[in-house]
């Protein structure tokens, strides 16, 4: 891929990420129609700065701040629609190997506890593989913050997914 | 760590079927258009109120200035004859105007659909203070309607929401499209229509529910879109299907009476547009201000005000 700053080559870039944003943002939300616009706002944002963003040195990491930001913001606006709540409302039935069906939770559910600024700390930590300094960086705060809430977070997990942790830790 | 939580979520991902990702690149590129558009907009006001800025400085630039105090008003009435005359509407050939523009086109017992009522409200979604100033309502709109020169602006600001009007030709004729703006504290249902409305809901493109209206026996409100955003915005378009007299210059050319000069669809991409978030319109204040400094007020607005 080029990333010159033409049209086509914001298409280009599109395109090859599209998937792979909407599964991010569908990480932070946990709701397709939600991720469906948080995807459509970060690529509309980047398009409106492309000839700026293909000299910045990571295309990508630019638009995990983007979309990041939108949906904390987003939270933020939205946190009198939402219930916080700690106990579980939901479990997904599952076929374990022997074929008898299993109550459990799932990585994807335990994320939806978390707060949405943990949750994008862990998004950024694991799924995307980004460093302590980095996801300070895109979240705009300090290298011990990400720590103390990667800590936290990870607590809160093996709380929620209880002897599955075992399988996400090894 | 890392390594097994991308292959448990990679195992999670694979168990569901996600929507289809559809035209989102494009709908993307179409928006990122139009944003590109509004900052070319902020630009532009912004230079030309350091120009005005300048000129007042010297005296020189006082007569220039529409009623509306749209930048660019008096040179399209310019067309139509001197610039602090309105132009007349254009006659058909049959030498009967081709409009119906009243001062007031709707009849006072026609059936309207306010976006908020006056409280108690019966579509019990109840409401808050207004998050923008009409000016500001205007620019936003300005950024995301067809394109096309628009004229007529005038705005009106109750205490639940901001409506501001604005006539759009895209080349058959001047056209009233109406916009409110307003918070809802609770979702609304789609169980309650006034009568005299046909109403139709749906959900998606971000939103709570989209509400779809005709009302045939209101010209101002001839067709609308209710948009209940998740993030507690409310945006109402009405399409008109009459012009309305007011204190705002004619329009030259053609008035559009029997066609509305949007769609519905093109009703809900507006309403639907990202430029209806309190950040963007926050943004858009302080330049919205200086290019519409003093609007003319409407004391009525679909059917709320007196």
């Given at each position: 891929m080029s990333n010159g700053g033409t049209d086509l080559d914001f298409e280009e870039y599109a395109q090859a990420r599209v998937v792979r944003l909407r599964q991010r943002a569908y990480l932070l939300c946990r709701d397709w129609h939600l991720a469906q616009d948080l995807t459509q706002i970060t690529l509309s944002r980047l398009y409106a700065s492309w000839r700026k963003v293909v000299?910045?040195?990571?295309?990508?990491?630019?638009?995990?701040?983007?979309?990041?930001?939108?949906?904390?913001?987003?939270?933020?606006?939205?946190?009198?629609?939402?219930?916080?709540?700690?106990?579980?409302?939901?479990?997904?039935?599952?076929?374990?190997?022997?074929?008898?069906?299993?109550?459990?939770?799932?990585?994807?559910?335990?994320?939806?506890?978390?707060?949405?600024?943990?949750?994008?700390?862990?998004?950024?930590?694991?799924?995307?593989?980004?460093?302590?300094?980095?996801?300070?960086?895109?979240?705009?705060?300090?290298?011990?913050?990400?720590?103390?809430?990667?800590?936290?977070?990870?607590?809160?997990?093996?709380?929620?997914?209880?002897?599955?942790?075992?399988?996400?830790?090894? | 760590m890392g390594d097994r939580f991308r292959s448990m979520i990679e195992s999670e991902f694979a168990e569901v079927e996600p929507p289809p990702i559809g035209d989102l690149v494009d709908n993307a590129i179409r928006d990122g258009q139009r944003l590109r558009r509004t900052r070319l907009v902020q630009r532009g006001v912004a230079c030309a109120a350091a120009v005005g800025v300048l000129a007042l400085g010297l005296g020189m630039a006082t007569a220039g200035l529409g009623p509306d105090g749209a930048p660019d008003g008096p040179a399209r009435y310019a067309a139509g004859g001197s610039g602090s005359e309105p132009a007349r509407p254009a006659e058909t050939s049959g030498g009967e105007p081709s409009s119906s523009r009243a001062a007031n086109p709707v009849p006072a017992d026609a059936p309207t659909m306010a976006i908020f009522e006056p409280e108690p409200s019966p579509r019990g979604t109840g409401s808050k203070a207004p998050p923008s100033t009409p000016a500001t309502v205007l620019m936003a709109l300005q950024t995301v309607l067809p394109d096309g020169p628009t004229v007529a602006f005038a705005g009106s600001r109750f205490s639940n929401y901001t409506g501001v009007q604005v006539y759009l030709d895209r080349g058959a004729g001047y056209g009233m499209i109406r916009v409110a703006l307003g918070r809802y504290s609770t979702p609304p249902t789609c169980d309650s229509s006034p009568a005299g409305v046909t109403v139709d809901c749906r959900g998606g493109r971000g939103a709570w529910m989209v509400e779809t209206f005709e009302i045939e026996g209101n010209c101002v409100q001839r067709r609308g879109v209710t948009v209940y955003r998740t993030d507690g915005l409310a945006v109402q378009i009405n399409v008109g299907s009459c012009l309305v007299d007011g204190g705002w210059p004619a329009p030259p050319g053609v008035d559009s009476v029997d066609q509305q000069v949007i769609s519905v669809e093109e009703a809900i991409d507006i309403g639907t547009s990202n430029i209806w978030n309190e950040r963007s319109l926050e943004g858009l204040s302080?330049?919205?201000?200086?290019?519409?400094?003093?609007?003319?007020?409407?004391?009525?607005?679909?059917?709320?005000g007196s």
């Amino acid at each position: 891929m080029s990333n010159g700053g033409t049209d086509l080559d914001f298409e280009e870039y599109a395109q090859a990420r599209v998937v792979r944003l909407r599964q991010r943002a569908y990480l932070l939300c946990r709701d397709w129609h939600l991720a469906q616009d948080l995807t459509q706002i970060t690529l509309s944002r980047l398009y409106a700065s492309w000839r700026k963003v293909v000299k910045a040195d990571n295309i990508d990491a630019y638009a995990a701040k983007v979309m990041v930001r939108v949906f904390l913001d987003h939270k933020r606006l939205k946190s009198s629609h939402e219930v916080v709540s700690d106990t579980m409302q939901t479990q997904t039935e599952r076929v374990d190997g022997s074929g008898g069906p299993e109550l459990r939770l799932t990585l994807m559910e335990a994320l939806g506890h978390l707060s949405p600024r943990a949750r994008a700390i862990v998004v950024l930590r694991y799924w995307e593989d980004h460093s302590v300094d980095t996801v300070a960086e895109l979240l705009g705060v300090t290298p011990s913050l990400v720590k103390t809430q990667s800590m936290r977070a990870l607590a809160e997990l093996r709380a929620l997914l209880g002897t599955d942790l075992a399988t996400l830790v090894g | 760590m890392g390594d097994r939580f991308r292959s448990m979520i990679e195992s999670e991902f694979a168990e569901v079927e996600p929507p289809p990702i559809g035209d989102l690149v494009d709908n993307a590129i179409r928006d990122g258009q139009r944003l590109r558009r509004t900052r070319l907009v902020q630009r532009g006001v912004a230079c030309a109120a350091a120009v005005g800025v300048l000129a007042l400085g010297l005296g020189m630039a006082t007569a220039g200035l529409g009623p509306d105090g749209a930048p660019d008003g008096p040179a399209r009435y310019a067309a139509g004859g001197s610039g602090s005359e309105p132009a007349r509407p254009a006659e058909t050939s049959g030498g009967e105007p081709s409009s119906s523009r009243a001062a007031n086109p709707v009849p006072a017992d026609a059936p309207t659909m306010a976006i908020f009522e006056p409280e108690p409200s019966p579509r019990g979604t109840g409401s808050k203070a207004p998050p923008s100033t009409p000016a500001t309502v205007l620019m936003a709109l300005q950024t995301v309607l067809p394109d096309g020169p628009t004229v007529a602006f005038a705005g009106s600001r109750f205490s639940n929401y901001t409506g501001v009007q604005v006539y759009l030709d895209r080349g058959a004729g001047y056209g009233m499209i109406r916009v409110a703006l307003g918070r809802y504290s609770t979702p609304p249902t789609c169980d309650s229509s006034p009568a005299g409305v046909t109403v139709d809901c749906r959900g998606g493109r971000g939103a709570w529910m989209v509400e779809t209206f005709e009302i045939e026996g209101n010209c101002v409100q001839r067709r609308g879109v209710t948009v209940y955003r998740t993030d507690g915005l409310a945006v109402q378009i009405n399409v008109g299907s009459c012009l309305v007299d007011g204190g705002w210059p004619a329009p030259p050319g053609v008035d559009s009476v029997d066609q509305q000069v949007i769609s519905v669809e093109e009703a809900i991409d507006i309403g639907t547009s990202n430029i209806w978030n309190e950040r963007s319109l926050e943004g858009l204040s302080p330049s919205a201000e200086q290019a519409y400094p003093s609007l003319p007020m409407l004391t009525t607005f679909n059917g709320v005000g007196s």
